[in-house]
């Protein structure tokens, strides 16, 4: 048995492959969580503050905090502008780093091909979802209001 010969597989092609992960998915869906939090409590305390008209501690908190900062300072300051790129590009960029999470691209030299592949990470495609709802709501408003 142990005089039988291997078979001869040529391994030159198969070992020619690039593989790239663009993120890790993990850290990617954290990054997006974190850019969540402040248009997702903002956008809470839009419904429960102004439409509701419920006080609802924490998650009215920031709403009441951006109206204050809008009134006192108007729309001529830095913060003013730093806190709408947020509560705007904040879920756009949860939206890119999650996709680069999920898309893995692979290269092989031998038939010059560019593989694309789409994993199934739920909690990125989650995130990705509301960030995508949050996006269009905040976009929407914009559109309608200035329009």
């Not at 030159?12 to 993990?26: I, Y």
């Not at 839009?46 to 908190?61: A, N, R, W």
């Not at 680069?100 to 979802?129: C, F, G, P």
Request: one cysteine or more; hydrophobic letters at 55%.
């Amino acid at each position: 048995m142990r005089n039988i010969e291997q078979p001869s597989v040529d391994v030159s092609k198969h070992q020619r492959e690039f593989r790239l992960t663009l993120l890790n998915t993990r850290k990617s869906a954290i990054a997006g969580a974190v850019f969540l939090v402040l248009p997702f409590l903002f956008l809470s305390g839009v419904v429960l503050k102004h439409y509701m008209q419920i006080d609802f501690g924490f998650l009215t908190s920031v709403y009441e905090w951006v109206g204050v900062i809008d009134q006192k300072y108007g729309d001529n300051s830095i913060l003013n502008w730093i806190i709408r790129m947020l509560l705007t590009i904040g879920p756009l960029a949860a939206i890119v780093l999650n996709l680069m999470a999920v898309t893995h691209a692979r290269t092989e030299k031998v038939n010059r091909e560019l593989v694309l592949s789409i994993k199934m990470k739920w909690l990125n495609w989650l995130i990705i979802l509301i960030c995508t709802t949050v996006f269009a709501i905040f976009f929407l408003y914009l559109l309608v209001e200035n329009v």
